[in-house]
């Protein structure tokens, strides 16, 4: 079965550490694979996406991820933490083979980044 | 210039009854979703419409059933409201060609059933 495994429920990083927030995929082929934050009473909001090409990639508000094929990971990264990076983080791969538009979340892992 | 909206925001009601959650998106997308997030923060689709017609349908109780009235609506109707269809509900839309396989989320509804 396809799956998105965030094995961490919270990650805790002080204010100017860098932070790291983990994501593995068991999907066939080459899926696109994304990185969405959702802030307390919000919506989820897009930080960045890996379709195709260098493996590091850059998003919003400072965060890149790191694709790794042989490990099938794309963790998060954040050089140095802000206390309003803290929020709930959700991976999502879509898989290429399927013929439809899904998405496969994993379960989240909120981020605590203390002052 | 809300991208993709959804109404109500909040909604309280008590079991057995039908309500609807409506969706809008200005995005010009051709696909749509509903997905729900339960109390433990997990995120699951439940229904995807591209151009109108369902492609995805998860599991679900037929309890639910979303119209597409057009490309910019997604509307979601549930039937005798159980205590477990307590949840957030979000709507998404996404134009999955290409480089913009992005989903854009509206705020959700947090559905309260009593």
């Known amino acids: 079965a396809q799956s998105v495994a965030q094995p961490e429920d919270q990650v805790n990083v002080a204010e100017g550490n860098p932070l790291t927030v983990k994501c593995t995929y068991s999907v066939s082929g080459n899926p696109y694979l994304f990185w969405y934050v959702q802030y307390p009473n919000r919506g989820l909001q897009f930080l960045l996406k890996?379709?195709?090409?260098?493996?590091l990639v850059k998003g919003s508000y400072g965060f890149e991820a790191e694709f790794n094929k042989s490990q099938t990971s794309f963790h998060l990264k954040k050089p140095s933490a802000l206390v309003s990076d803290s929020a709930l983080y959700f991976c999502a791969v879509r898989p290429l083979t399927s013929g439809t538009y899904k998405y496969i979340f994993g379960t989240g892992t909120r981020l605590k980044v203390l002052a | 210039d809300t991208a993709v909206s959804q109404t109500p925001k909040y909604l309280v009601t008590q079991m057995g009854n039908d309500k609807s959650i409506k969706c809008e998106q200005n995005l010009g997308h051709d696909t749509m979703y509903w997905y729900k997030q339960d109390s433990k923060k997990f995120l699951k689709i439940m229904f995807s419409?591209?151009?109108?017609?369902?492609?995805i349908n998860e599991t679900v109780p037929n309890r639910f059933s979303p119209k597409s009235p057009d490309k910019a609506h997604l509307n979601l109707h549930i039937n005798s409201l159980e205590l477990g269809d307590s949840a957030v509900y979000f709507c998404a839309s996404s134009l999955p060609s290409g480089n913009t396989d992005t989903q854009y989320f509206g705020p959700g509804t947090r559905l309260t059933v009593l």
């Open positions: 419409y591209n151009n109108k017609e369902l492609i």
């Open positions: 890996y379709i195709t090409g260098d493996n």
